[in-house]
């Protein structure tokens, strides 16, 4: 139970530690030192025994860096003086491994930290700034709050750190923060002494979530030409999946599962079947270089019909699996993959694609799946109003007045990327996506065919009505096919 940390007058306590993934190791002489972090590995040689004494405690858990620096200036002050000091030097290694040391502010009543600040990028910059009393101070518009191992978590995509809110206290100040406030302001409405809340809005400061909130600030966040065409989703995407790392502290579950579970083909979903055309691959075809050198275009949709010969060579061409089996990767991983026409990171292949059929001679109208093993559809929604409704918003989207002969859309099963890819595997996907459109696209372009992609509202009206279990498959993208001209 969280016990109300502000009772009485006590003082704060700067604290450091040794993020726990940190591995601290030294030789056989206990005085060579070596540190093993997420973002690297750092030979630090011979270092004061001291200095090592207090890395090696701050792997155990929160330390109070003051002790941590008189514990070493007064028993090694001969020796430390001749490099420069014991702090000098505990400093310099602090810096050293700046990618992995967290910072936590305590109340000097031996209870757990009001919050800790955790870095979240090799290379971040933690100052500590003077904030006057009056000065008002406001989260970042990027800025979010959620669960992380049993507590709040402060994160912002501009910010270098994560915000880990231990203490009811320090969650208050920190809400509080969605209008610009000043620590005076803080400390009246929260009850807590003004030196403690001071000290948790320079830590919030320093964290890179909270801001300075005068017009100056605010002009510097809200109308920064690079940041106004960013929206908080975005930033924050981009962010977070550039990194293939977990956090383990706040994503406890997917660390738990990092094997790909999710078979190579999606089982067909019941209902009619309906075997498609299978093309000659020798018959002779436009050069790529054609292919790429024609000029795009983005006509209207046309009233002409498909063949079921058009339908089967353009998916047979572009998403069939050739071939499937394990796939074997370093270190010692493995699991199974297929071979299909178009790129796709250690052949996972989690995309599935779902056909909208209007026009087509030999397709009845409906929503089909599409089976790349097997090279059939499965038609899993006959509703005329759901054909409908999915056909007009590709119309909408490509602003024209007709429906077009079919619709494609792709879906992602990301338990087949997120166990290998962890971070980075809705990325990923996005980028196979491109690398399957491009392909359609060729083919289709090859064949006299038209392929056009759609920037659609998908809502939530996409996973209704292709029956998706959201959100363990999720539609990311669509494009239109046309007929030849």
Not at 127 to 153: H, I, K, M, N, W
Not at 227 to 240: A, N
Not at 396 to 406: E, H
Request: charge should be negative; charged fraction near 25%; hydrophobic fraction near 40%.
């Amino acid at each position: 139970m969280h016990r109300e940390p502000h009772s009485g007058e006590l003082d704060t306590v700067r604290l450091c530690s040794l993020s726990e993934d940190v591995l601290v190791e030294w030789d056989a002489a206990g005085r060579s030192l070596h540190v093993v972090t997420r973002w690297g590995e750092f030979a630090l040689g011979v270092i004061d025994d001291h200095v090592r004494d207090s890395l090696r405690r701050m792997s155990f858990g929160p330390v109070s860096l003051e002790n941590a620096v008189a514990g070493i200036e007064a028993e090694g002050t001969a020796r430390a003086a001749g490099r420069g000091g014991g702090r000098t030097n505990l400093m310099e290694v602090l810096d050293v491994l700046r990618g992995s040391v967290v910072h936590s502010l305590a109340l000097d009543d031996g209870y757990r930290p009001l919050l800790s600040v955790t870095p979240v990028v090799a290379a971040p910059v933690f100052d500590l700034p003077r904030v006057a009393a009056t000065q008002p101070v406001r989260l970042s518009r990027f800025a979010v709050l959620r669960p992380c191992g049993g507590e709040l978590a402060l994160e912002s995509p501009r910010s270098d750190f994560r915000v880990e809110l231990h203490q009811p206290l320090a969650a208050r100040l920190a809400t509080a923060l969605a209008v610009p406030r000043s620590p005076a302001e803080l400390a009246a409405d929260s009850g807590a002494p003004q030196q403690v809340v001071a000290d948790v809005v320079a830590y919030l400061l320093a964290s890179g979530a909270v801001l300075l909130g005068d017009k100056r600030a605010a002009r510097e966040e809200d109308h920064d030409p690079a940041l106004r065409h960013w929206s908080h989703h975005e930033l924050h995407f981009h962010s977070r999946s550039r990194s293939r790392q977990r956090d383990a502290a706040c994503d406890t579950d997917l660390a738990d599962h990092t094997d790909v579970a999710d078979p190579v083909v999606k089982p067909p979903p019941d209902g009619p079947r309906f075997p498609l055309y299978r093309p000659d691959l020798s018959a002779r075809d436009h050069s790529l270089t054609e292919l790429l050198e024609a000029d795009h275009a983005c006509p209207e949709f046309s009233s002409r019909t498909l063949t079921g010969e058009h339908v089967g060579e353009l998916l047979f061409r572009s998403a069939r699996v050739r071939t499937a089996g394990p796939q074997h990767l370093p270190p010692g991983m493995s699991h199974e993959a297929s071979q299909r026409p178009y790129f796709n990171i250690a052949c996972l292949y989690e995309l599935e694609l779902y056909v909208s059929v209007d026009r087509c001679t030999t397709l009845p109208r409906g929503i089909y799946h599409y089976d790349p093993s097997q090279h059939e559809l499965t038609l899993v929604n006959s509703d005329e109003g759901a054909l409908a409704e999915l056909l007009d918003t590709a119309k909408l989207a490509a602003a024209n007045v007709r429906r077009p002969p079919a619709l494609i859309t792709v879906t992602t099963r990301m338990a087949r990327l997120s166990p290998m890819l962890g971070g980075a595997a809705y990325a990923t996907t996005l980028t196979h996506l491109g690398a399957l459109q491009q392909t359609l696209y060729l083919v289709a372009r090859s064949m006299g065919l038209s392929v056009h992609l759609v920037p659609t509202d998908a809502g939530d009206r996409v996973a209704r009505l292709l029956r998706l279990e959201w959100p363990g498959e999720v539609s990311i993208g669509e494009c239109v096919i046309d007929g030849p001209s």
